[in-house]
Nanobody, 121 residues
């Protein structure tokens, strides 16, 4: 079965940085679209970033210029580098995967359990 395991979450001060990692198994990683999705309490799921087979990326408007998604196919791992973090970035960050490109969280069919990111002001 497919397993996605996130790591790297924690507490950071506003303006600081965190790097999340998602290790994938049981998946044809190199032919999968990978994404980071976040959900804050009381809010809808929001696509943070997605990265396709050839490395093309898409970002949510609220994180453009601050966050970077990348992938290492040899390690079956996707990363999210988060810089200039704001309190509004506080959420649980999930790793997700699907075969076809999508910027809608509901289209992703494989999910990790998430890692908590908290940004203090």
């Amino acid at each position: 079965q497919v397993q996605l395991v996130e790591s790297g979450g924690g507490l950071v001060q506003a303006g600081g940085s965190l790097r999340l990692a998602c290790a994938a198994s049981g998946l044809a990683f190199s032919s999968s679209v990978m994404a980071w999705v976040r959900q804050a309490p009381g809010k809808e799921r929001e696509l943070v970033g997605a990265i396709g087979w050839s490395g093309g990326t898409s970002y949510g408007d609220s994180v453009k210029g601050r966050f970077t998604i990348s992938r290492d196919n040899a390690k079956n791992t996707v990363y999210l580098q988060m810089n200039s973090m704001k309190p509004e970035d506080t959420a649980i960050y999930y790793c997700a995967a699907r075969v076809l490109w999508s910027t809608s969280p509901k289209d992703y069919n494989y999910w990790g359990q998430g890692t908590q990111v908290t940004v203090s002001s």
